[in-house]
């Protein structure tokens, strides 16, 4: 499977801010997504990136408050803007295998732990 | 009626026994379906992947799936203190998307 990496790995952040967060693959892939897990909760999808073109959002969110960048195949960025205390989260892209017959197969990278006072 | 449905536990088991973990899908459609495991504090690491109906098994892990009746499960057999964590369910919808259940906390006691 691809390897993953995110930066940051966690940040405190003051409401109102913004942050970005990276996620870089050490292959090529064509599918990225990022995901959300609130404090024990499971996992929700929000939004798809797709390199050269806008990212697909899922119902709930929005460009503005989530805007993704795809600039390449390994790399994405997604940005939690004018964050509130709601926004603490981890936050999490996975790439989508492209092995064979598993090519619907996501992987995780660490994800980003994200705390707003 | 939520896409994926799994008991959120804790489930606990003495150590060396059979874990059993449930999910239940809502769309007919949908053709793969995964087990991830989800340590404190870590990321989901997939352990299972299935797409037909009947058993796949991988060392102490075996999958269910019934297509039938919507559901698939996971056995971990010999449980270990080391598998206590949470088990995530997915499934990829028919539009593409991999949906999850709310996850099942396993408890191994030694």
């Known amino acids: 499977s691809a390897v993953i990496s995110q930066k940051p790995s966690r940040d405190i952040c003051q409401r109102g801010t913004s942050l970005t967060i990276q996620c870089q693959v050490d292959s090529q892939v064509t599918m990225m997504f990022w995901y959300r897990q609130q404090p024990g909760q499971s996992l929700t999808l929000i939004a798809t990136a797709n390199q050269g073109s806008e990212a697909t959002y899922e119902s709930g969110f929005v460009i503005d408050k989530f805007p993704i960048s795809r600039p390449n195949l390994t790399f994405s960025t997604l940005t939690v803007s004018n964050m509130s205390p709601e926004d603490s989260s981890i936050y999490l892209c996975s790439v989508e295998s492209t092995s064979g017959i598993i090519s619907d197969t996501q992987y995780f990278g660490p994800g980003t732990r994200l705390t707003v006072l | 009626q939520k896409e994926v449905e799994q008991n959120s536990g804790p489930l606990s088991v003495p150590e060396g026994a059979i874990a059993s973990l449930n999910c239940t899908y809502s769309?007919?459609?949908?053709?793969?379906f995964f087990w991830y495991r989800q340590y404190s504090g870590k990321s989901p690491e997939l352990i299972m992947f299935i797409y037909s109906n009947g058993d796949k098994e991988d060392g102490r892990f075996t999958a269910q799936l019934n297509k039938a009746s919507q559901y698939v499960s996971l056995l971990i057999r010999d449980s270990q203190p080391s598998d206590s964590a949470t088990y995530l369910c997915?499934?990829?919808?028919?539009?593409?998307?991999?949906?999850f259940g709310q996850g099942t906390e396993l408890s191994v006691k030694p």
């Open positions: 769309d007919r459609g949908s053709q793969s």
């Open positions: 997915g499934m990829n919808n028919q539009g593409g998307k991999l949906i």
